[in-house]
């Protein structure tokens, strides 16, 4: 499956941006869709997840309550609603999919090319 995100860009702390993840070649079913954001110099962190069949939702503890994760299934795209914004929120965001475990970056064997988000205090 080949996964395409978009949607990144510069807006100013408290502003919002949605991500979008679309997949190709086949679909999300079966999989759990994640985002993960890396920071220069810093690991690459889980920020949320959903899983496909289900529709359960995960988050990591610095977005709960900030960001929230969707899927539209007629159009094989997951979203990232990202509100509240901050400076620390900079990074560049990935989407993937896999199997699991739906916290670590082991459990996606499928990745995106990535997209830059800034955010400006």
């Known amino acids: 499956v080949q996964l395409q995100a978009s949607g990144g ?7 919002s941006l949605r991500l979008s993840c679309a997949a190709s070649g086949r ?3 079966g999989y759990a869709v994640g985002w993960f954001r890396q920071a220069p110099g ?3 962190e889980f920020v949320a997840a959903i899983t496909w069949s289900m529709g359960n939702t995960y988050y990591a ?3 709960k309550g900030r960001f ?10 997951v979203y990232l609603q990202m ?3 901050k400076p620390e929120d ?4 990935y989407c993937a ?15 995106g090319q990535g997209t830059q988000v800034t955010v400006s205090s």
């Open 61 to 63: 503890d610095s977005v």
């Open 90 to 93: 900079t990074a560049i965001y």
């Open 27 to 29: 679909t999300f079913s």
């Open 68 to 77: 929230t994760i969707s899927r539209d299934d007629a159009k094989n795209t």
């Open 97 to 111: 999919a896999g199997t699991g475990p739906i916290g670590s970056t082991r459990g996606y064997n499928y990745w």
């Open 42 to 44: 810093k690991e690459r």
């Open 83 to 85: 509100n509240s914004l």
């Open 9 to 15: 860009g510069l807006v100013q702390a408290g502003g």
